[in-house]
């Protein structure tokens, strides 16, 4: 009986997907750029629909951004393209491409009526509630970006919403009894936690050695740029309250708190002062960086700093990677003044010596064979599985899972998640750094809660139209092919 219920916790795949998934909004220019090599402008074909640079570009500055958020300012192209930033901008953009097609061909369009109604609905664009024209036009200033382009996104997104509407269809009774059913399986579990601390390890430094041959590549020095900056102080510009509130007023829907509310003038007076201080301070930083190319004047300061380094900013940095030895970047914004940079010369990435890495390397190696010690021992501890000295806990939902003794609360949910997506009566599940040894020793099926029932039909729903939407995207892929003009876009 247990291992036929297990097997149907497969349901829960998709509510566990559902539950945990999160969409983030990202501005659509910022960190992050991207020289595409293209083909007439365009980096690909989906079916009929060309893909222009413009656009890979502004959606894959759109991502780097929000990882750039989470990583707290700390991404940099190297590491984008570790994360594989780049195939996931092409991605979104073929998918999107796709269903566009598939619209064209049956006839789904967005009016200039509904998608000027669209934009007047946008909060960021409005004053007192009504859209601001110009609030709009200064936002595309900012974001350098045509109104046409704006709105045809914004279309493009309406008719790709039209469109899924389409697969939006209610789930049958039967359909929600199954999906609840899955929800409501309880399970009592016999289990042991396992930790590096249960590993005895020492460190071979012929093993280590013979690591670093295999790893070595991995273990490069960081490319180092002697930099010339030329300073031009913002804070020295002088600036009259009524100059401040007219810029505010201009520029207000930039100014808010965390929770996305826009600041009131006194709120964001600081800020605001920021801001258009450097902004009366640009001419003096261009006349700077005219005089310095021409050689009248001499940098603020000589710098070595690693690619990525904090004292300057991303976007610099992402222009810095574009030029070479000799180059002079114009003045880019660092907090409150500008800095116009000159790359005097580069010293690319060599790999370590064992010395210089061995460091790095015993942690990497240490870290590996703990990780391989340790699933020897789950594996030894699953085959020779003794109940009697093992922690069993309570029946245990997604929604009770506080009783997992020695997990916290975050491993126990992270533990249940992938047990009730396991087909297995008893295994290993690995959570970070530990590893769970398991055996199900009893299973049963909770009542329904009346005040869940409404959820549960939501979730139904949207699982429903999650399954549509990704039978679609298959059906689409082979109706309409993809032809890519430069390397990196796939795998």
Not at 47 to 71: A, C, D, F, H
Request: proline share 2%; aromatic share 10%; net charge neutral.
């Amino acid at each position: 009986m247990i291992s036929w219920m297990q097997k149907h916790n497969k349901y829960l795949v998709w509510t566990i997907w559902v539950a945990t998934i999160a969409f983030i909004g990202a501005g659509f220019v910022g960190w992050g750029s991207y020289n595409f090599g293209a083909k007439a402008g365009n980096v690909a074909k989906v079916g009929s629909i060309e893909i222009p640079q413009t656009k890979l570009n502004m959606v894959y500055s759109n991502i780097y951004n929000r990882y750039n958020q989470m990583m707290q300012g700390k991404l940099d192209d190297k590491k984008a393209k570790e994360l594989g930033l780049l195939k996931q901008a092409f991605a979104t953009i073929a998918t999107q491409a796709k269903i566009l097609n598939f619209a064209k061909d049956a006839g789904i369009v967005v009016s200039d009526t509904e998608v000027a109604t669209e934009l007047e609905h946008i909060k960021a664009f409005q004053k007192d509630g009504l859209f601001s024209k110009e609030i709009y036009n200064s936002y595309l200033n900012r974001q350098r970006l045509k109104a046409k382009v704006f709105e045809e996104t914004l279309r493009e997104e309406m008719i790709i919403s039209k469109t899924l509407a389409l697969l939006n269809v209610e789930t049958l009774p039967f359909e929600e009894e199954v999906i609840g059913s899955a929800i409501n399986i309880a399970d009592k579990v016999a289990y042991k936690v396992l930790t590096p601390a249960d590993v005895n390890f020492t460190i071979d430094e012929n093993k280590l050695k013979a690591y670093w041959e295999q790893h070595k590549e991995e273990f490069m020095t960081e490319k180092v740029y002697e930099l010339a900056i030329v300073w031009t102080e913002g804070s020295s510009a002088d600036v009259t309250d009524e100059e401040l509130k007219a810029y505010y007023e201009t520029n207000s829907f930039n100014y808010t708190d965390k929770n996305g509310k826009q600041l009131s003038f006194d709120e964001a007076k600081e800020a605001v002062t920021k801001d258009l201080k450097l902004k009366k301070s640009k001419k003096s930083a261009q006349k700077s960086y005219i005089a310095f190319k021409k050689g009248k004047i001499e940098s603020n300061e000589t710098v070595k700093l690693t690619a990525g380094d904090p004292k300057l900013t991303q976007e610099i940095w992402n222009k810095i990677s574009e030029k070479k030895s000799g180059d002079i970047l114009k003045p880019k914004i660092v907090s409150d003044k500008y800095a116009t940079v000159k790359i005097i010369a580069v010293t690319e990435p060599r790999i370590m010596h064992f010395d210089e890495a061995k460091e790095a390397v015993s942690k990497m190696y240490t870290a590996e064979a703990k990780k391989e010690a340790l699933l020897t021992l789950a594996e030894s501890t699953l085959k020779n599985f003794d109940k009697s000295d093992a922690a069993v806990s309570d029946f245990v939902t997604l929604d009770k899972f506080d009783n997992l003794t020695p997990l916290n609360s975050q491993e126990s949910l992270q533990f249940l998640q992938k047990l009730f997506t396991s087909s297995k009566e008893k295994g290993i599940i690995s959570i970070l750094d530990k590893m769970i040894v398991y055996n199900i020793t009893e299973q049963k099926f909770l009542p329904m809660d009346e005040n869940k029932t409404n959820a549960l039909k939501e979730t139904a729903n949207t699982i429903k139209q999650r399954t549509f939407e990704s039978n679609l995207i298959k059906m689409l892929d082979k109706k309409y092919p993809t032809e890519v003009y430069m390397e990196g876009l796939v795998n």
